[in-house]
């Protein structure tokens, strides 16, 4: 276990702790001092993600595991969160829809991939979409009223088509990413 995977593991320790407190802040129209900690845990996981891939590259530990692990634990703490914002913040149910499709078609074929002897790690434009999803859904923590609402609905509308962009790419990669890789004795 290498310091990048367990930043990545306490990322996703943090992912119960953050729904607890998103909760418990409920659909209030103000910011709750439980509303403040869910979005300060969600901050700090967040920061996490950035922080265990610095790491995994400084350290030169990147490994299959983390590659693998980091982008599921950013999956689970989007769609956590997700889910609250759907049951208290009136986020549409079609935009969560259109991002959870995608996520469980890449980590299907990132999945397929590995059991093919061929690594999926996050390309540019998947880095791209979880930062635009990562700040969409700190926006959206906040409480929806006034001029805030149409930032929100921005970074929406950008989240969406960025994920779909991604999603597309992964899909134009999957033919080459499902064919087994030949074994060194193979290659000869």
């Known amino acids: 276990m290498n310091p990048a995977n367990v930043v990545t593991w306490i990322r996703i320790a943090l992912i119960p702790v953050f ?10 129209t103000r910011m709750t001092a439980a509303g403040w900690t869910a979005l300060a845990i969600y901050v700090v996981a967040t920061f996490s993600d950035y922080l265990d891939g610095y790491l995994a590259r400084r350290l030169d530990v990147i490994t299959p595991t983390g590659q693998f692990l980091d982008p599921l634990a950013d999956k689970f703490l989007v769609g956590a969160a997700l889910v609250g914002l759907i049951a208290f913040k009136d986020f549409p149910v079609w935009a969560a829809l259109v991002m959870a499709v995608r996520e469980v078609a890449i980590v299907t074929l990132r999945s397929a991939a590995m059991r093919r002897g061929n690594s999926m790690p996050a390309g540019k434009h998947a880095k791209y979409k979880t930062t635009v999803q990562l700040v969409m859904v700190l926006l959206w923590l906040f409480p929806r009223a006034g001029a805030w609402m149409v930032v929100q609905d921005v970074l929406l509308y950008a989240a969406v088509l960025i994920t ?15 064919t087994r890789q030949p074994g060194p004795a193979e290659r000869q």
């Open 19 to 28: 729904v607890y407190f998103m909760y418990e802040a409920g659909d209030s």
């Open 164 to 178: 779909a962009y991604s999603g597309l790419r992964y899909g134009l990669l999957s033919r080459r990413l499902l």
